[in-house]
């Protein structure tokens, strides 16, 4: 007698519809393989161009990355004041350093963005530099007044296609200049396109705006046939928690998440101090989730229901655990009026931001892993960590409106038309016409975020 034994948690689509390749050791990042067990799976398929860019691009990166020839090559004289000391006989390789700043949200949409850029660009990103790297000491040091800044080049006429500098940095900030952000169009490409090494610095999601460079365009309608799922599908492929950070994921969705009928994820961010702000904001919350369906109503009286007892699961995630806690006391002490149940989780309330610290940074990763794995979605109002959330389980957001002078806002909150997150500081204006307009005006497929006042634009 054989007995066979099948592993009921073997993950079916281990692959991700082939986004991930098959060449890796599972054991080194069990996320990697194990997500799907996690996640509902959606009607999005990375498409075949997308699948074998990705290929290429990892044929580029094991040719040049770190540890190569070509990066030996590439890194010699590189610092070096005088940019005809430098060696510019790099080939093929091409490099982008991606600056490591801000928050994690800032730190998860930026990577993506410059991973995209890379791929348009045929560039190799690299974000685990070896120490030794030339620049190394003075990245950090890097702004708008910086020489090389290739805004700041541009304003000095400091630039042009016969006086190519070895390493450019491009300044991708709120506070960038319509020139720091206009790097992508064409004009500029044919500068940059020649720098062996550019060095960003970024805190915006700043893809929607590539979409502006007609070759870029070509190539992006190929790779995403389905505009609204670049960051999606850029998530699937780049973001994997470590083991630890899995375990912590993996031991509360099954604590907590598994077995509920409907599980709710709400992110709630606070960017003010004022004292009044958390009974607005709670008072907001109740009246999103209510008016939208997204939890049960409070009953006015007491009744017997003898159906069966649905089970929602509310997965609040804060730096401030008064939010949950109300909100736990608040099903605690008033029953809903169809008897259904709600079980309210907040994993941790670190109450004020400590980036880099370890623990703290894979605290907040895990719970923007565990709110992607939800089935709705609240978020707050331009927060880089709720655009993650939402967009890496590709889902639409509903999105609590920032209180306008300490009052809730009617409505309190809306649905976004996309899943993908919102440039905050868009440019002014597209390549073609220095005149200013209005980016969402310019192609059907772009439009204003539903949570910003300004510049914000996305794609749908
Ligand atoms: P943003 O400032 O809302 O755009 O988001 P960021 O992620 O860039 O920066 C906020 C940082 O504060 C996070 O990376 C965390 O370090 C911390 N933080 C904010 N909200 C939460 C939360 O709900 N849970 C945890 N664990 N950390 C949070």
Not at 103 to 132: E, M
Not at 323 to 330: A, E, Q, R, V, W
Request: net charge positive.
């Amino acid at each position: 007698i054989v007995n066979v034994i099948v592993d009921s948690k073997e993950p079916k689509d281990k692959l991700l519809r082939g986004i991930l390749t098959a060449d890796f050791d599972e054991d080194s990042c069990l996320s990697r393989h194990q997500s799907s067990l996690y996640r509902k799976p959606l009607p999005y398929k990375p498409s075949e161009y997308l699948i074998s860019k990705l290929r290429s691009y990892e044929i580029l990166h094991r040719r040049c990355g770190p540890g190569t020839r070509a990066y030996k090559e590439a890194t010699k004289n590189l610092g070096h004041d005088d940019d005809n000391y430098a060696s510019k006989s790099v080939g093929e390789c091409r490099y982008i350093v991606w600056v490591a700043a801000f928050g994690l949200g800032n730190r998860i949409l930026t990577l993506a963005s410059v991973f995209l850029y890379a791929l348009l660009s045929r560039s190799c990103t690299s974000w685990l530099l070896p120490h030794d790297f030339p620049l190394m000491k003075h990245i950090d040091g890097y702004n708008m007044g910086y020489s090389r800044c290739y805004g700041t080049m541009l304003n000095n006429h400091a630039i042009s296609a016969n006086s190519t500098p070895q390493h450019l940095y491009l300044h991708i900030l709120h506070d960038s200049r319509d020139v720091d952000k206009m790097f992508f169009c064409p004009k500029d490409q044919t500068l940059i396109d020649k720098v062996p090494w550019l060095i960003v610095n970024a805190n915006v999601y700043f893809v929607p705006s590539l979409w502006f460079n007609p070759t870029f365009q070509t190539e992006l309608v190929k790779l995403f046939p389905q505009k609204e799922t670049v960051f999606y599908h850029l998530a699937l492929y780049l973001f994997h928690p470590t083991n630890q950070v899995w375990g912590m994921v993996t031991r509360s969705y099954d604590a907590y998440l598994s077995r509920a009928d409907q599980t709710l994820g709400i992110q709630v961010r606070v960017f003010t101090r004022r004292a009044s702000y958390l009974q607005h904001l709670m008072d907001q919350i109740v009246a999103c989730t209510q008016r939208e369906k997204l939890l049960p109503e409070l009953a006015t009286q007491v009744s017997n229901t003898s159906r069966s007892k649905k089970l929602n699961a509310v997965l609040v995630t804060s730096l401030h655990p008064e939010y949950s806690n109300n909100l736990k006391n608040m099903y605690w002490e008033i029953p809903t009026s169809t008897g259904d149940i709600v079980q309210v989780y907040r994993p941790s309330g670190e109450r004020f931001q400590q980036t880099d610290k370890k623990l703290h940074d894979q605290k907040a990763l895990a719970e923007i892993y565990l709110l992607s794995l939800t089935d709705n979605i609240v978020i707050s109002a331009g927060s880089t960590f709720g655009y993650v959330a939402h967009s890496l389980g590709g889902l639409k957001p509903w999105l609590l409106y920032r209180p306008v002078s300490g009052r809730v806002p009617d409505p309190p909150c809306v649905r976004a038309v996309s899943m993908e997150p919102c440039y905050i500081t868009s440019p002014s204006h597209g390549c073609e016409n220095k005149k200013r307009i209005d980016l969402a005006t310019v192609f059907p497929f772009v439009r204003h975020c539903e949570d910003t006042r300004h510049d914000g634009v996305k794609l749908f």
